[in-house]
């Protein structure tokens, strides 16, 4: 089983920045894909903001492209998303996904645009 730590997130101004760290423990499968999904208010899924998978391809959804950046640090089971030009749309809770036999989610983390 596979376990996640989230940080990160938190209020910040349109226009501004914002980084997401999602460390991954346990069986940690070499294959696995890792990414954030998010859930905005009053919406009932998550949508998909980014994934990575080995060997380190990314997929970004397409109001993600071009704004947001994720990384992968396999010597620390770390991926990291840095959010560049929020707007109020992006507010969401952003859960971290890992993918490999099973999904694994962590524990979610805010992510406020207000001015």
């Known amino acids: 089983q596979v376990q996640l730590m989230e940080s990160g997130g938190g209020l910040v101004q349109p226009g501004e920045s914002l980084r997401l760290s999602c460390q991954a423990s346990g069986r940690i499968a070499s294959f696995a894909s890792m990414g954030w999904n998010r859930q905005g208010p009053g919406r009932t899924q998550r949508e998909l903001v980014v994934?990575?998978?080995?060997?380190?391809?990314?997929v970004y959804s397409e109001s993600a492209e071009g704004r947001f950046t994720i990384s992968r640090d396999n010597t620390k089971n770390t991926v990291y998303l840095r959010m560049d030009s929020l707007t109020p749309v992006d507010t969401a809770i952003y859960s971290c996904r890992y993918s490999a036999y099973t999904p694994s989610w962590g524990q979610g983390a805010q992510v406020t645009v207000s001015s």
């Open positions: 994934r990575i998978s080995s060997p380190n391809i990314p």
